[in-house]
């Protein structure tokens, strides 16, 4: 059974720091990797998406990466913005249930003015 | 534009009434997805389904049921509601193959009393 974990659960960050978000895996055999965003008391906002046989995706200042072998994801943020607090989920698709996501927990990025 | 709607967007109800929350999407997606987001468990696949006539279970399903009659609807329904259900519901579709990526809709909140 497929298992996704994001550390840290929070982080606290001064505005135009550039962070890390990560993300890890258990099942190397996905389908796709995708990164949301979520406002407190919204829905999920897709950010990224990277296919299997991809390494990055880059979408303004934020840069996934994706590398399967270790299990693990992250996803860069340059040049943090107070706009950018929310919490970031990472869901994975694994490959034979391909259009099913299997989401981690999430971590709660508060970026500080 | 294309969206994703959810009706209603807070529901209160009382043990054992059946409740039927609305998502209805206008992506011409075929696939569907229900899931609920509770504080220490993230989102969990509820039901989902690839196409009209199509429903399959996921990981938390017992107590809900759907059905799929055309390809913009997909009503989830929970029988005789328990206090435990209460939480946050999101429904989400994707199109069948290309990058399967998933689009949410802006979740009901649905208290059980």
């Known amino acids: 059974k497929q298992e996704v974990t994001q550390i840290p659960a929070a982080l606290s960050v001064p505005e135009g720091e550039n962070l890390v978000l990560n993300c890890s895996f258990t099942?190397?055999?996905?389908?796709?990797l995708q990164w949301f965003r979520q406002d407190p008391g919204k829905g999920l906002t897709s950010l990224l998406l990277?296919?299997?046989?991809?390494r990055e995706q880059t979408s303004g200042r934020l840069n996934a990466s994706l590398d399967k072998s270790s299990g693990r994801s992250t996803l860069y943020i340059a040049a943090s913005q107070p706009g950018d607090s929310a919490t970031y989920l990472c869901?994975?698709?694994?490959?034979?249930?391909?259009?099913?996501?299997?989401f981690g927990s999430g971590t709660q990025l508060t970026v500080l003015p | 534009d294309a969206e994703i709607t959810q009706s209603p967007r807070h529901k209160i109800t009382e043990t054992g009434r059946q409740v039927t929350l609305a998502c209805h999407q206008t992506?011409?997606?075929?696939?569907m997805f229900w899931y609920r987001q509770d504080l220490g468990h993230g989102l969990r696949l509820i039901h989902y389904?690839?196409?009209?006539?199509?429903?399959n279970k996921g990981e938390v399903s017992d107590g809900y049921s759907v059905s799929r009659s055309n390809t913009e609807d997909l009503p989830l329904t929970l029988e005789s509601a328990a206090s435990s259900q209460t939480s946050v519901y999101f429904c989400?579709?994707?199109?069948?193959?290309?990058?399967?990526?998933?689009?949410f809709g802006p979740g009901t909140r649905l208290t059980v009393l």
């Open positions: 099942d190397s055999a996905i389908y796709n």
């Open positions: 389904s690839y196409g009209v006539h199509d429903t």
């Open positions: 992506w011409n997606h075929n696939n």
């Open positions: 990277i296919q299997s046989s991809q």
């Open positions: 869901a994975v698709s694994t490959s034979g249930s391909a259009r099913q996501l299997t």
């Open positions: 989400a579709s994707s199109e069948s193959g290309g990058s399967n990526e998933q689009f």
